[in-house]
């Protein structure tokens, strides 16, 4: 059996996923590129006798330097040197997708163009001849339709016929006879650097070199071409070097179109209908908020059922242990350790998986970048990009799904502020907490209390991007260039695959970090040894002792700040072990509390606007360290809560107690 | 055939300025760096036919039609496209 590896190419939004995962079915494994928070996707398939590993690339609109997704997909070509590589196109955008194939063909490895969504095209009246087209690129054309999955028995075989066909020539278009001249004196001069030119093609090398391409600069520092390049490039203004190149490349196309092509001429289609509603000046703005409380509904009271029911589950089973295993400690650990902890992990799933089938259904069928078009100017002047609104709101059920959902940001400062701030949306765990502390405290203004406290969130969440942005990631939002795709109606298998992917990563990359928070606050509260669970004698009690000094300026004794310390697995523990430090159920909490001399409602007030406020859940870190890629934002996430909230708490607390008669 | 395309019709002036259902041409773009790779590559290069579909309900960003596809940008970056306009 032969090997032979494939890698996938392709702009966003034509298809790409779907078909690798028409090619590769199940055999697949999700990952990440090494030292970035890129995908990585691979995955096999057998056939005629070749076993074929499938690469997919990130989609990207070009090879520069322009952002991580395009270096991964680049140095991936370049210097992991796959057998062939494949690049989707979509057949009813062909012009900007050919750019892309200029640059691809300039890397000088096999290629093969699969012309995916042919049908699409059909449909809307254009006719595309392959086999012309083929000839004017010198590179096989396979007719694709990967939600159907045509097509791909010919793709496969045209990939294994070209891998074989070496040596291969780069096959590029011309670009005029000056910057000809220069890229020949160019490649020249690099034709001396024996080491660079065996590892990549001279003319790309000069191309990029042209365009000002630092990445490319850097591989001829310190080769012996570095002081004839310089001078070369010193008589040469690259940027208008750059644009003449790329109107070059869209020219050569453009030349091509008519001969392979005829399109239908339209006057409006069916995608531009829809536009002219969603992103109506009076209709836009309605659409998108019914269409994201829909989400939010949809989300968080589907999900509810499966959440009380996995609770359930986890309770029972841990009693069962509690009540069948000896010695007492053990059954703990069993118990309130490892099923609480896996509890805790698996508690997030129906919410994880039915917002990521949403918001997969929304991405593919187009409307997230409507969402993104229209919420980009209120957003801005915030400093957060337009796509920062989805994650946002999602952070009012859950912080954890609402953090991963930031994938859709491009720009990376963008997206660690987006994340950065998402804990002080006040998700649904806290609620509990308002709940029952209002309820008690202030009975007669519950509900202004609890809305008081979402504002502040929100209000937390806004000052703090302004913050960030002017200290610790400076500088403006990212550029807003983004192509508008046609609307399209998404299947449900490639909407479920998108679902899994995202929810089985949850599962994987934060599920441990989580499980270990989860064992540790065991410890905390189960040892020294035979002591009851979290109580006073406890480790977690005697923290809480420790800490007293430090929050009872926020009118806080020890028993508040255990239950703070337990509300770090989840923040409705708060309310269950008020309820054990108390020593009371949570159906007589109410009075206890009340009851209780060294619990002002000042101080009540102060504890919501703490819980409010302090560090994530473990399951937010958990996501926070998995999406970030480093323990470094997780770490300050956690300690710009505390100091936060410790703040707010102490002014909102001690305003209050000027009117409610002393903290 | 003395004088190109461009100054046979209007002065050169910016993207953001076109009024919508307009349609005009690229001239050069004064991005630098990142933005501008990303420009040219979206196909924002000299020669380009753009034509301006509509604005955002709160007036920005706005969509373009170019090389046959959608593109939206905001404000601040189609003041940086230098576009003669062509009609409606």
Not at chain 1, 476 to 488: D, G, L, N, T
Request: charged share 20%.
């Amino acid at each position: 059996m032969r090997e032979i590896r494939i890698a996938l190419t392709g702009n966003p939004n034509v298809g790409k996923t779907t078909l690798f995962n028409a090619l590769t079915g199940s055999r697949q494994h999700v990952g990440n590129w090494p030292g970035v928070t890129v995908e990585k996707k691979t995955g096999r398939v057998s056939h005629n006798g070749y076993e074929i590993e499938v690469v997919d690339l990130p989609g990207t609109y070009s090879l520069t330097a322009y952002s991580a997704d395009e270096v991964v997909a680049r140095d991936y070509i370049l210097e992991e040197r796959p057998d062939v590589v494949v690049q989707v196109v979509d057949a009813t955008n062909l012009e900007r997708n050919l750019y892309l194939t200029t640059q691809v063909a300039e890397l000088g490895v096999p290629m093969v163009i699969a012309l995916n969504m042919a049908d699409m095209a059909e449909a809307q009246g254009d006719t595309i001849d392959l086999a012309r087209l083929s000839e004017f690129l010198e590179i096989p054309v396979v007719r694709t339709v990967g939600t159907r999955g045509e097509g791909l028995d010919t793709l496969l075989e045209a990939a294994i016929k070209e891998a074989a066909t070496s040596p291969h020539h780069e096959h590029t278009i011309g670009y005029g006879d000056d910057v000809e001249a220069t890229i020949a004196m160019l490649a020249d001069a690099l034709s001396t650097d024996i080491d660079l030119a065996r590892r990549y093609p001279l003319r790309w090398l000069a191309v990029k070199l042209l365009e000002g391409d630092e990445n490319v600069l850097d591989k001829v520092r310190g080769g012996p071409a570095l002081a004839r390049v310089e001078s070369i490039l010193s008589s040469i203004d690259s940027d208008e070097y750059e644009a003449m190149m790329a109107d070059k490349r869209y020219e050569a196309i453009s030349a091509i179109l008519p001969q392979v092509r005829k399109a239908n001429v339209r006057n409006m289609s069916p995608s531009d209908m829809l536009d002219r509603v969603v992103t109506d000046r009076y209709l836009g703005i309605p659409i998108f908020l019914a269409l994201m409380w829909g989400t939010f509904q949809l989300t968080f009271t589907v999900a509810a059922p499966f959440m009380t029911m996995i609770e359930a589950a986890v309770g029972w089973l841990a009693e069962f242990v509690a009540g069948s295993i000896e010695p007492a400690w053990l059954a703990s650990f069993l118990g309130d350790g490892i099923i609480g902890g896996v509890g805790a992990v698996v508690v997030f799933l129906p919410n994880i998986f039915i917002l990521f089938l949403i918001l997969a259904f929304l991405e593919d069928s187009g409307y997230l970048a409507r969402a993104a078009f229209i919420m980009d100017r209120p957003l801005y002047a915030l400093g957060l990009p337009g796509k920062a609104f989805i994650p946002m709101l999602v952070g009012f059920g859950c912080n954890v799904p609402a953090i991963m959902a930031t994938r859709s940001i491009e720009g990376e400062k963008d997206r660690l502020l987006t994340i950065l701030v998402n804990p002080f949306m006040s998700c649904s765990a806290r609620l509990p907490v308002y709940i029952l502390l209002a309820g008690t405290f202030f009975p007669e203004q519950a509900g202004s209390v609890v809305f008081f406290l979402y504002v502040l969130g929100i209000a937390v969440a806004i000052a703090s991007a302004k913050l960030f942005r002017s200290t610790i990631l400076p500088g403006e939002v990212s550029p807003f260039v983004m192509e508008m795709p046609p609307y399209r109606i998404p299947t449900a298998i490639t909407s479920l695959r998108h679902m899994w992917s995202r929810g089985s990563m949850y599962i994987r990359k934060a599920g441990s970090i989580i499980l270990i928070g989860v064992l540790v606050v065991w410890a905390l509260a189960s040892f020294p040894l035979g002591v009851e669970y979290g109580s006073a004698e406890s480790f977690a009690g005697m923290i809480g002792h420790l800490l007293e000094p430090l929050v009872a300026p926020l009118g806080f004794d020890w028993k508040v700040a255990v239950a703070l310390i337990f509300g770090f697995i989840a923040k409705e523990i708060v309310v269950g072990s008020l309820g054990v430090l108390y020593g009371t159920g949570e159906e007589t909490l109410s009075s206890a509390l009340l009851a209780d001399p060294g619990l002002s409602a000042a101080a009540a007030l102060a504890l919501m606007v703490f819980v409010l406020l302090y560090t994530p859940c473990v399951a937010a870190i958990g996501v926070i360290r998995q999406e970030t890629g480093s323990w470094k934002w997780a770490g300050f996430s956690v300690a710009y809560g505390l100091v936060v909230a410790w703040l707010l708490a102490f002014v909102v607390g001690h305003s209050a107690g000027l009117f409610l008669g002393g903290i | 055939m003395e004088s190109p395309d461009s100054e046979e019709h209007t002065t050169p002036t910016t993207l953001d300025r076109i009024g919508h259902g307009c349609r005009c041409r690229v001239v050069g773009v004064r991005a630098a760096g990142a933005l501008r790779k990303r420009m040219l590559a979206m196909g924002m290069v000299p020669g380009a036919e753009v034509e301006v579909v509509r604005a955002a309900p709160l007036g920005d960003p706005t969509e373009y039609r170019v090389k046959g596809y959608c593109l939206s940008l905001r404000r601040a970056e189609a003041s940086l496209i230098e576009v003669t306009e062509e009609g409606r």
